[in-house]
């Protein structure tokens, strides 16, 4: 199956700082999805990508598709310390949903 | 609506115990999953359903049961717990969008 691998595995930027997480596969994926975990919380889906060379944005968030589609990126503009948690991407079919181990976000003031 | 929902939120368990976690979705999702995560390794699928009736097996599953006797519920079962299985379980149901909606989680603890 399909797999991807996230990096960083953790990142600590104050705030007002931008934020960059990246999910990279040896092979070319068929969608890419984007989850937000808070501490203590679940998974809360973002977006999916599925074209390649797509762009999206979610106010600061922006998710991006590379056009091999092997990579995709979630960047956030300015963080909050709402921004807080644990950021997933995940790839695959509806019975073949494969997730990449996370970015863990930290935001001080 | 209620979402995704999954009773208990936290178990104790002593090794060799056997319990059944409950997830439920009123949003008449036909996929549904069960998750496991630990520190370090994210989400790893442990069974899963394409519809009521029908289950299969995922990543890790190993030591676990489930069943899909109604199209809202997915039952996860532990018949001899282990300390190995001490970990956050997460039940997600899916839309025709492929967004999976997650439940709150249980804490399972097994000494």
């Known amino acids: 199956g399909q797999q991807v691998m996230q990096i960083p595995q953790y990142q600590h930027v104050q705030e007002g700082e931008d934020f960059t997480t990246y999910c990279n596969s040896s092979?070319?994926?068929?969608?890419i999805q984007w989850y937000k975990q808070r501490p203590g919380g679940h998974p809360v889906f973002l977006i999916q990508?599925?074209?390649?060379?797509e762009v999206k944005k979610q106010k600061r968030l922006t998710f991006q598709f590379g056009e091999a589609k092997k990579n995709s990126s979630l960047h956030i503009t300015a963080t909050q310390t709402t921004d807080v948690g644990t950021y997933f991407c995940?790839?695959?079919?509806?019975?073949?949903?494969?997730f990449g181990t996370g970015t863990r976000l930290q935001v001080t003031l | 609506n209620a979402g995704v929902t999954q009773t208990p939120k936290f178990r104790v368990l002593k090794t060799g115990q056997s319990m059944t976690l409950l997830c439920a979705q009123d949003?008449?999702?036909?996929?549904m999953y069960w998750y496991r995560q630990d520190p370090g390794m994210g989400l790893r699928l442990i069974h899963y359903?394409?519809?009521?009736?029908?289950?299969a097996k995922g990543e890790v599953p190993d030591g676990y049961n489930v069943s899909r006797l109604k199209k809202q519920n997915f039952l996860l079962g532990l018949e001899s717990a282990a300390p190995s299985q001490t970990s956050v379980y997460f039940c997600a149901s899916q839309s025709s969008y492929n967004e999976q909606f997650f439940g709150p989680g249980t804490r399972l603890t097994v000494l």
């Open positions: 990508l599925v074209k390649s060379g």
């Open positions: 359903s394409v519809g009521e009736g029908t289950t």
């Open positions: 995940g790839t695959g079919t509806a019975s073949k949903l494969t």
């Open positions: 949003m008449n999702h036909e996929y």
């Open positions: 092979t070319t994926l068929s969608n």
